[in-house]
Nanobody, 124 residues
Framework: QVQLVESGGGLVQAGGSLRLSCAAS????????MGWFRQAPGKGREFVAA????????YYADSVKGRFTISRGNARNLVYLQMNGLKPEDTAVYYC?????????????????WGQGTQVTVSS
């Protein structure tokens, strides 16, 4: 079992930045690829970014490419999402997820573990 805990959400003005963190603990937590998803009010959960186990490969949704950066800590049980140039449409609950594979996926159904989420609100 792997436990995921997100932190770093909050309220920020448009154009501002936030950094989300996800701490993974539990069995073999270092061997998992990780992803970030988000769910805006009244909408379904959508893929944001993902990173493979080694941290050497990343992938982004077109809507955040060039503004968001996903990375892993040296211990690989920490994953970060640096969000710059935030827009009101980025407002959502952001979820960290882990997949039981070294290779990431953009499909939420393929992820095995999920955090509880952290709220990000961007004001205009």
């Amino acid at each position: 079992q792997v436990q995921l805990v997100e932190s770093g959400g909050g309220l920020v003005q448009a154009g501002g930045s936030l950094r989300l963190s996800c701490a993974a603990s539990g069995r073999a937590s270092r061997a998992y690829a990780m992803g970030w998803f988000r769910q805006a009010p009244g909408k379904g959960r959508e893929f944001v970014a993902a990173i493979n186990w080694s941290g050497g490969s990343t992938y982004y949704a077109d809507s955040v490419k060039g503004r968001f950066t996903i990375s892993r800590g040296n211990a690989r049980n920490l994953v970060y999402l640096q969000m710059n140039g935030l827009k009101p449409e980025d407002t959502a609950v952001y979820y960290c997820a882990a997949i039981n594979s070294g290779t990431y996926s953009t499909i939420q159904g393929e992820y095995d573990y999920w955090g509880q989420g952290t709220q990000v609100t961007v004001s205009s």
